[in-house]
């Protein structure tokens, strides 16, 4: 079973290095981006073979469920990038390549040296599953838990209004709350009149009440 | 120990052999006749206009971060649902406001008209 175990792990690593090769060295960019996914997959097996397995299905429910989804449609969002004339190594791979592997062997070599490497052979039962993640979520990091939806909401809402910026006309400064008052008092009545750039002397200086439409619409 | 992924790998060959088998087997026993008409690219029976590559509307971009924020809530869901049995009533109230600062994102998605397919 053990000697299982090794073949498993050994199929893992190289179907996660060649992968990994294939992402940058393809060049259709969308089969990079499959690539991508495949190297998650083999990730998600590396930590079935450690015995992780809510990190496993973490691992194939973000990274390839949600990640891959966002990678490719992110590809998609670009112009058309892959000119069949560009190379796909740049001029001056073979320095960048030493610089990166002295980079990446000074941080794997002593690590190699000093791990205790016999801990995989008496393997211990899982001290972390689902269920104490949910006992830790609900208890000690009951405030973390709660500050990541605070973080998920931003994160979307930022997206919002980043994506959102491009149907509106784009903003020369941020308004004051009382200017965006004023402005959507005046924009509810007739939508597309909208100054191209607000007065930034006349308007900012006065804390408008709220109904005072003529005050921001001077600009045109 | 590993006993169980051993369905788990018979469950990946199936899973594997299952679209790979027909296509080698079609492959083999397949007549060969290209013609440049047949090898064209089929878009609905029509004339393929332009390149392939088109811009995607960023609006398109938000639905895939909306699917991530929510499929990560379902990662936080999932630990909270195997200790649930013995946490109680403590952890339903947390996890309802969890879930209600998350649901307020999906309300400003909608308000803001995010979720318009255009």
């Known amino acids: 079973m053990d000697l299982v175990v090794q073949i498993m792990f050994g199929v893992t690593g190289l179907l ?43 691992q194939i429910l973000l990274y390839i469920g949600a990640v891959a989804v966002l990678v490719l449609f992110a590809v998609m969002l670009t112009r058309q990038i892959d000119d069949p004339d560009e190379p796909v190594l740049f001029q001056r791979w073979r320095s960048t390549l030493l610089i990166t592997a002295i980079l990446f062997a000074a941080v794997l070599v002593p690590t190699i040296y000093n ?25 000690a990091y009951l405030l973390p838990f709660q500050i990541a939806a605070v973080l998920l909401l931003a994160a979307l809402v930022g997206a919002i209004i980043i994506a959102m910026e491009d149907q509106e006309q784009r903003r020369v400064r941020v308004l004051t709350l009382a200017e965006e008052v004023a402005l959507r008092g005046e924009r509810e009545p007739s939508p597309p009149t909208r100054p191209a750039n607000p007065q930034p002397a006349s308007s900012s200086s006065n804390p408008t009440p709220p109904p005072a439409p003529e005050q921001a619409g001077e600009g045109a | 120990m590993y006993d169980n992924y051993v369905f788990l790998g018979l469950f990946l060959i199936a899973a594997i052999s299952f679209p790979v088998l027909p296509l080698i087997v079609a492959r083999l026993i397949r007549p060969k006749r290209p013609t440049p008409i047949k090898q064209s690219t089929y878009e609905c029976g029509l004339e393929v206009i332009g390149d392939f590559h088109v811009q995607f509307k960023i609006q398109y971009y938000l639905y895939a971060l909306a699917f991530v924020i929510f499929d990560i809530e379902v990662v936080f869901l999932y630990p909270w649902a195997v200790a649930y049995p013995e946490l109680g009533m403590p952890a339903l109230f947390a996890m309802l406001i969890f879930l209600a600062i998350l649901a307020f994102s999906l309300v400003y998605d909608w308000r803001k008209g995010a979720l318009e397919w255009i």
């Open chain 1, 16 to 58: 996660i290095l060649g992968a990994a090769f294939m992402v940058v060295s393809v060049r259709n960019i969308i089969h990079a981006a499959l690539w991508l996914i495949t190297c998650f997959f083999g990730i998600a097996m590396l930590y079935l073979l450690l015995q992780a397995e809510f990190l496993a299905i973490v």
């Open chain 1, 115 to 139: 791990h205790n490497w016999l801990i995989f052979a008496d393997p211990q039962p899982a001290f972390a599953g689902p269920r104490e993640l949910g006992f830790a979520f609900m208890n």
